[in-house]
């Protein structure tokens, strides 16, 4: 299964995700009647926003950090008759009946490697006609993060490899989508203070270099990065996607 997410810390965020999320609901016409799946719904903010757009329909809100899913369910109480909440891993054929008229996703898809098995998982599921719409890291994403990481180790983890335009398109296709449209948005998060970045660092961008070390050298690494940052901005650049099931 995929890490788990310090999800009380990731909620009391100043979270660019926000914007991220709303841009991304923009993106994907609804009538209102849809079951829709939020791919790596986190903590379910989008889920939510979902949920208001389909007075009518349903959400199946999947992730693999089970902390994640109980902040979730914490958010969404008294709306949980409408939601799925399903544990699982993106990569591998999903565990919920039938099949879905949308998915939806943001910040989420840049956590998984393998982007050709992540889309023949969703297309497995996803109804003939049915819109993919996403976004998450793109080409080109934290270039300064990983700059600052490398600089402080010696030499960066390969944590991700940010997928590209022509790459994305090819992989959609082989998986059976069409009408594909992917684009690359550079879209820098400025923070408040050092101490705002520094939390955010910890949580989100360097959660997954920090779950392999000693716990001792966890905040003395993450103030190193943050200093080697010549402002408080975390360089991101989304890759967008919007595609349909063949
Ligand atoms: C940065 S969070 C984004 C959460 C939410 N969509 C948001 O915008 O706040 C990334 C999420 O992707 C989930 N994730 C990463 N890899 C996954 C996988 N292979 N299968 C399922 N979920 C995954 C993580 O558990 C995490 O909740």
């Given at each position: ?174 998986a059976g989508f069409t009408g594909i449209e992917v684009g690359l948005r550079p879209d820098p998060a400025r923070f408040e203070s050092g101490d705002q970045l520094e939390s955010y660092l910890a949580t989100v961008v360097l959660g997954a270099h920090l779950d392999g070390m000693a716990g001792d050298d966890r905040e ?27």
């Amino acid at each position: 299964m995929p890490r788990e997410w310090d999800a009380k810390t990731y909620d009391s965020l100043p979270l660019p995700h926000l914007g991220w999320g709303r841009r991304t609901l923009g993106r994907l016409p609804l009538a209102g009647d849809e079951r829709v799946l939020d791919a790596g719904c986190g903590t379910g903010r989008d889920t939510a926003g979902l949920l208001d757009l389909l007075p009518r329909g349903r959400v199946v809100a999947l992730d693999g950090s089970v902390r994640m899913l109980e902040q979730l369910r914490e958010r969404l109480a008294g709306r949980l008759d409408r939601v799925e909440v399903v544990h699982a891993d993106l990569t591998r054929p999903l565990p919920f009946d039938g099949e879905v008229d949308a998915v939806f996703s943001v910040a989420a898809f840049h956590w998984i490697a393998d982007h050709a098995a992540l889309f023949t998982s969703l297309a497995g599921r996803l109804r003939p006609g049915g819109r993919l719409v996403s976004e998450c890291g793109g080409r080109g994403n934290i270039a300064a993060v990983n700059a600052a990481v490398a600089d402080v180790l010696g030499g960066a983890p390969d944590v991700w490899d940010f997928a590209g335009v022509e790459d994305t398109r090819r992989q959609l296709t082989d998986a059976g989508f069409t009408g594909i449209e992917v684009g690359l948005r550079p879209d820098p998060a400025r923070f408040e203070s050092g101490d705002q970045l520094e939390s955010y660092l910890a949580t989100v961008v360097l959660g997954a270099h920090l779950d392999g070390m000693a716990g001792d050298d966890r905040e003395p690494f993450v103030k190193a990065v943050a200093a080697r940052l010549a402002e408080p901005v975390v360089d991101y650049v989304r890759l967008e996607i919007a595609a349909t099931r063949a």
